[in-house]
């Protein structure tokens, strides 16, 4: 699946602390995504980005930042979780072709 | 906004019988993804469409991108349990770094 990881796959936090997921991809791709799931919304967009240090906001922004060092890691940092905030979270890549997509396997967070 | 709406929400087929989804935007696509999602998965990638009144095929899947690049489908024949899951499509637009994806159909299938 595209060399993608997610870490952690689980976590239970509480309200107002601080979380940060992380998105591991090993084949140097340029375009990477956060997204979140919740039923009956599909995939949201959160934040992009198109290159180390670029990054765009996506539809569901608000509480979220991210942060892209590295080619291969891109991170989704909480600042204070709240539990609107409970969701399954997918990074994903952008293949070489044209737009399409490869996800990694998830992050199940659940803010209490 | 740019929006993606996609229909039905849900459907139940007898294993058998065929399936389609369908995805419509307000404004021209640059191109549509398709995605597959299994119960506790990840969205996987199917096929991307770019060409207005583009028509693909895998198996039994059928994709079709309308020739005003506002809509595609997905239709399954003689669905299997093998199909079960959610169907996605995500549309892009010019000059987007990103797509919009629909809401999903979930597809149930009774052996």
């Known amino acids: 699946d595209a060399g993608i990881t997610q870490s952690p796959r689980h976590k239970v936090t509480e309200t107002g602390t601080p979380v940060t997921l992380r998105c591991h991809q090993t084949?140097?791709?340029?375009?990477m995504y956060w997204y979140r799931q919740d039923p009956g919304h599909g995939l949201r967009l959160i934040h992009y980005?198109?290159?180390?240090?670029?990054?765009d906001k996506g539809e569901v922004s608000d509480g979220y930042s991210v942060s892209r060092s590295k080619t291969e890691d891109f991170l989704l940092t909480l600042e204070s979780a709240t539990s609107s905030q409970t969701s399954v979270y997918f990074c994903?890549?952008?293949?070489?072709?044209?737009?399409?997509?490869?996800f990694g396997p998830g992050t199940r967070l659940t803010v209490t | 906004g740019q929006q993606v709406m996609q229909i039905p929400q849900y459907q139940h087929v007898q294993e058998g019988e065929d399936f389609t989804t369908y995805c419509n935007s307000s404004t021209t696509l640059s191109n549509i993804q398709w995605y597959k999602q299994r119960p506790g998965g990840h969205p996987v990638f199917l096929i991307q469409?770019?060409?207005?009144?583009e028509v693909k095929k895998q198996k039994r899947l059928t994709f079709q991108f309308g020739e005003a690049k506002k809509n595609s489908s997905l239709h399954i024949t003689a669905t299997q349990t093998t199909d079960v899951g959610t169907y996605f499509c995500a549309g892009t637009y010019t000059n987007a770094g990103k797509s919009t994806f629909g809401d999903g159909t979930t597809l149930t299938v009774k052996p």
């Open positions: 084949e140097n791709h340029r375009y």
């Open positions: 980005s198109y290159g180390v240090k670029d990054t």
């Open positions: 994903a890549i952008r293949g070489t072709g044209e737009y399409e997509q490869y």
């Open positions: 469409l770019v060409k207005s009144g």
